[in-house]
């Protein structure tokens, strides 16, 4: 069974940094994309940012250029680090892993709370 656990979220002040961690348990393809999703209240999950276990990044127009995505692949970690933080990144951030066999496997973490706010 695959586990993913998140840490590092908080209460930041607006323009300040945070560091998000998550690490996968269990039977892991090599091959994989891991990520991040965020969901604000009343709203749907959206993307925040994904790497692939080739180092491909993709992010959301929201968070290009202020979150970097990155990975240890021994430990199969992915962190995400987010700078210049404003109101508008308080969400609850959820870790992703996708792997591909005979069929598609998604895997959510339990979620970890940012808040934004002065």
């Known amino acids: 069974q695959v586990q993913l656990v998140e840490s590092g979220g908080g209460l930041v002040q607006p323009g300040e940094s945070l560091r998000l961690s998550c690490a996968a348990s269990?039977?892991?393809?090599?091959?994989?994309?891991m990520g991040w999703y965020r969901q604000a209240p009343g709203q749907e999950r959206e993307l925040v940012a994904t790497?692939?276990?080739?180092?491909?990044?993709q992010y959301a127009d929201s968070a290009k250029g202020r979150f970097t995505i990155s990975r240890d692949n021994v430990k199969n970690t992915v962190y995400l680090i987010m700078s210049s933080l404003n109101a508008e990144d308080t969400a609850v951030y959820y870790c992703?892993?996708?792997?591909?066999?005979?069929?598609?496997?998604?895997?959510w973490g339990q979620g970890t709370q940012v808040t934004v706010s002065s």
């Open positions: 992703y892993l996708r792997m591909v066999g005979i069929a598609q496997f998604n895997y």
């Open positions: 269990g039977t892991i393809f090599s091959t994989n994309t």
């Open positions: 790497i692939t276990s080739g180092g491909i990044t």
